[in-house]
């Protein structure tokens, strides 16, 4: 039974479209604010949570562990709220089926347990979730496949990998942050990044170019 859940949900996931990854704060905040319908995925293999969303609301859990599976509101209560989440969008007919056999009727034991784990700089109550986008460039040549990671402090916040035209995007809060990009494992810059809005277009240049929209 658990190998098949797992096989299900790797089969499911490799048809959707990745969103990003966050916190168990930030995905109830995010899927909320755009009625996302998908499936959040924190852990992999034989330990992994299931956090089943549809039109923006959490309504199917499945915990898969070495001890077996737990559906609905029996998974929601191993959450510690320290977990973090890789979110994507599934088309609904296939979410509809899985919350029939996972659904959970208590919510309120996830935003008990949603915890923000970002650390912030400021006043809380302006504090609030942004998009930062970011364009790599090596002499201004777009630069696919660079390793980008957010820090904060010495803690990673979040990484990825730019596409070919050498973007890539994060979900964060606003705030300070250290944006340092890497190539075949060697790091190649760094720079300090601080976004107030809900979306931020910047570029970093690791030819040496300073980032042009400073």
Do not use: W
């Not at 089926?97 to 809380?124: M, Q, W, Y």
């Not at 364009?135 to 696919?144: A, F, K």
């Not at 730019?162 to 942050?177: A, E, I, P």
């Amino acid at each position: 039974m658990c190998m098949d859940i797992i096989d299900l949900m790797g089969q499911i996931l490799k048809q959707s479209e990745y969103e990003g990854r966050f916190t168990l704060d930030e995905v109830l905040h995010y899927s909320s604010v755009h009625s996302l319908t998908g499936i959040g995925v924190s852990g992999e293999g034989a330990h992994a949570f299931y956090l089943v969303l549809y039109g923006g609301e959490p309504d199917g859990a499945i915990l898969v562990d070495e001890k077996g599976t737990l559906f609905g509101d029996a998974a929601v209560l191993h959450l510690t709220g320290g977990e973090t989440f890789d979110l994507s969008r599934v088309s609904p007919p296939v979410i509809e089926a899985l919350v029939s056999r996972c659904r959970v009727f208590e919510k309120s034991h996830l935003k008990k347990n949603g915890r923000l784990d970002i650390p912030t700089i400021g006043t809380p109550i302006r504090q609030r979730v942004g998009v930062l986008c970011l364009t790599v460039r090596n002499s201004r040549e777009p630069l696919g496949g660079a390793h980008v990671s957010i820090r904060k402090g010495k803690l990673v916040i979040t990484s990825d990998v730019t596409d070919s035209r050498g973007r890539v995007c994060f979900r964060l809060l606003n705030g300070r942050y250290m944006c340092v990009v890497s190539d075949r494992n060697t790091e190649r810059t760094r720079c300090i990044i601080e976004f107030h809005d809900p979306q931020v277009e910047m570029c970093v240049d690791i030819g040496g170019t300073e980032d042009e929209s400073k």
